[in-house]
């Protein structure tokens, strides 16, 4: 029998549970990992935006981290939604002290309706506190930007660009997301410090894409441990993903930007 592989999320709540830890964990289960979370904030938000953030204290989310890095061989993480600086500091120290083979990190900043979710002064911190421990960052195309102080790519030459810029502030690979440009296609690039990887998918007609950001880096962290290198990761990754916002529209989820339907081939 083949081992079940233990990957943790650090990441806020969402309680219509279509981002956040709620979409890692359905993405998790899915995709045949088991699942472990730590909370960085809850989050009241829903289809139609986020109405109120309560970051928790450092001294619980130490207390969180230490219950289960100290208990469960964690094989990969996924890192979302950190809201502020003291936390970053806090997960940087915790991934140095307990050593994990992969780490994902969604530089959750943003909401679809323009919520912050990270504070301003917090995104130097994540450049020099958690980028080097980074094994892959997945930003879209205005959280590159704001990671590097520079205007949104407007085309894929520039993507490929700041990719490359953000790979020198020290993490080991970085998916480039190009669904903010317009198009047929929806364009990813993954660029190594060996190589660089274009994957283009159809652009999937629905309004449900509440949580595709957090879907997609929680499905590279789950599969990785699957996979020789990023390529093979993200080529499944994006597959998957691709028909559960084919699938979305069976669900009937909220009054605004709908959920992503994580369990389309069960239900």
């Not at 050593?99 to 994540?126: F, Q, R, T, Y």
């Amino acid at each position: 029998m083949n081992r079940i592989y233990n990957v943790l999320s650090i990441a806020g709540t969402d309680p219509s549970g279509g981002a956040g830890i709620q979409a890692d964990l359905k993405t998790f289960s899915a995709l045949g990992v088991y699942g472990a979370t730590v909370i960085t904030a809850i989050v009241a938000q829903n289809t139609q935006g986020v109405q109120f953030v309560y970051p928790l204290t450092s001294q619980c989310l130490i207390m969180q981290l230490n219950s289960v890095l100290s208990d469960v061989k964690i094989d990969s993480v996924k890192i979302g939604m950190l809201y502020q600086k003291n936390i970053i500091h806090v997960v940087a120290e915790k991934l140095i002290e307990f050593s994990i083979p992969w780490i994902v990190l969604d530089p959750v900043m943003m909401a679809k309706n323009g919520s912050i979710l990270l504070e301003k002064d917090a995104v130097v911190l994540i450049r020099e506190k958690l980028l080097p421990l980074v094994s892959l960052l997945t930003p879209n195309l205005p959280e590159a930007a704001i990671l590097l102080g520079c205007d949104i790519a407007k085309n894929e030459n520039q993507m490929c660009q700041q990719g490359r810029k953000l790979l020198e502030l020290g993490c080991k690979a970085i998916v480039m997301k190009g669904g903010h440009l317009p198009g047929k296609s929806t364009p990813d690039w993954l660029i190594t410090a060996d190589k660089e990887y274009r994957f283009s998918s159809p652009r999937v007609h629905t309004l449900n894409t509440h949580g595709t950001g957090c879907t997609l880096s929680a499905a590279l962290a789950a599969k990785r441990p699957y996979y020789e290198d990023w390529a093979q990761t993200l080529k499944f990754s994006k597959k998957w993903l691709y028909q559960a916002l084919i699938n979305s529209n069976n669900l009937t989820v909220g009054k605004g930007i709908g959920p992503i339907h994580h369990f389309y081939e069960w239900w």
